[in-house]
């Protein structure tokens, strides 16, 4: 069985700053990994995934994300937030050829001007 | 390329009535999936299809919940009778075999 650890429901950085949302997943066999945002009354759009290869992935919007087995994490990371970036955030995760998703709790980011 | 449509957008009922979504997934996208988001939380699968076939149901609460995916293409997810807890929204993605999902705006469902 798989399952996703969002650390942090909430997080609020200001405009400019770094923006890190934390994601831990579990996984019996080697994950593919998603980060998805979500903008209200939207579905979701998918930002970066792992499959395999190189552990460091990059996104859409300046987002990126890497993977660490040793740590089982795959966290988001933008160098500079924009205020166009609030919005909540999901991480997820698939077995491999399997690709029905199980997501995280989803973390809201606040960008502050 | 049109992306995933789901109708209706928002939905209101009261509990013990019956609804029904209507979803069209991108167009040659094999794969088909349900999943209900509860206010807080992340989405959950319901119900995969690979083309008119399950995949997965197992998260399906069958008592109450059904869905089909007539030819292969356009797919009906069904609450009879509903509950309060049902309340939610429910999402539809599709996907190419081996590719990612995509995701419909989801339709709203309040249960009152």
């Not at chain 1, 979500?38 to 759009?45: A, H, I, K, S």
């Not at chain 2, 449509?5 to 997934?25: D, H």
């Not at chain 2, 509860?38 to 069958?62: A, E, R, T, Y």
Request: with cysteine.
């Amino acid at each position: 069985a798989q399952s996703v650890t969002q650390l942090g429901s909430h997080v609020s950085v200001s405009e400019g700053a770094l923006v890190l949302l934390r994601c831990n997943y579990s996984s019996s066999v080697p994950p593919y990994l998603f980060w998805y945002v979500q903008y209200p009354n939207q579905g979701l759009q998918l930002l970066l995934k792992y499959t395999t290869g190189a552990t460091l992935v990059k996104g859409i919007n300046g987002f990126e994300a890497e993977f660490k087995k040793s740590e089982t994490s795959f966290h988001l990371t933008k160098p500079s937030a924009h205020m166009s970036d609030a919005a909540e955030y999901f991480c997820a995760v698939s077995e491999a050829g399997r690709r029905a998703l199980t997501f995280g709790s989803g973390t809201r980011l606040q960008v502050q001007p | 390329e049109a992306g995933v449509a789901q109708s209706p957008r928002y939905k209101i009922i009261e509990k013990r009535q019956s609804v029904a979504f209507w979803c069209n997934p991108i167009s040659g996208h094999a794969t088909l999936y349900w999943y209900q988001q509860i206010l807080g939380q992340g989405p959950k699968l319901l119900i995969q299809f690979q083309n008119n076939g399950v995949v997965d149901d197992s998260q399906l609460p069958k008592d109450r919940f059904s869905a089909e995916r007539l030819k292969g293409v356009d797919s009906t997810l069904k609450i009879q009778p509903a509950k309060l807890e049902d309340s939610a929204v429910y999402l539809c993605a599709s996907s190419a075999i081996q590719n990612e999902q995509f995701f419909g705006p989801g339709t709203r469902l309040t249960v009152l």
